[in-house]
Nanobody, 127 residues
Framework: QVELVESGGGLVQAGGSLKLSCAAS????????MGWFRQAPGKEREFVAA????????NYADSVKGRFTISRDNAKNTVYLQINSLKPEDTAVYYC????????????????????WGQGTQVTVSS
């Protein structure tokens, strides 16, 4: 069993920045592939960013490339999402997710591959 707890969301003006954190427990963190997803009101949950087990390889949705950075600290059992140049369309609940079987080489971008999810953290961007 893997428990994930996100933090760092909030209300920010367009152009601002936030850093989201997701603390994991219940399993050796370096054995987990990690990802960030988001869900806006009335929309499906969508992929944002993913990182492989070692942290050496990342993948991003086209809509966030160049603005978002995913990273992980395996010693702290935490994955991060640095969000810069925020836009109103980035407003959503952001979820971190963990997969226990893949991500040895490449990140996992498919939502259905992830078996564990956090409770989400709200990011609201005002224009």
């Amino acid at each position: 069993q893997v428990e994930l707890v996100e933090s760092g969301g909030g209300l920010v003006q367009a152009g601002g920045s936030l850093k989201l954190s997701c603390a994991a427990s219940g399993r050796v963190f370096s054995s987990l592939a990690m990802g960030w997803f988001r869900q806006a009101p009335g929309k499906e949950r969508e992929f944002v960013a993913a990182i492989n087990r070692s942290g050496g390889t990342t993948n991003y949705a086209d809509s966030v490339k160049g603005r978002f950075t995913i990273s992980r600290d395996n010693a702290k059992n935490t994955v991060y999402l640095q969000i810069n140049s925020l836009k109103p369309e980035d407003t959503a609940v952001y979820y971190c997710a963990a997969d226990v079987s893949g991500g040895i080489w490449g990140p996992i971008t498919t939502r259905t591959r992830y078996g564990y999810w956090g409770q989400g953290t709200q990011v609201t961007v005002s224009s």
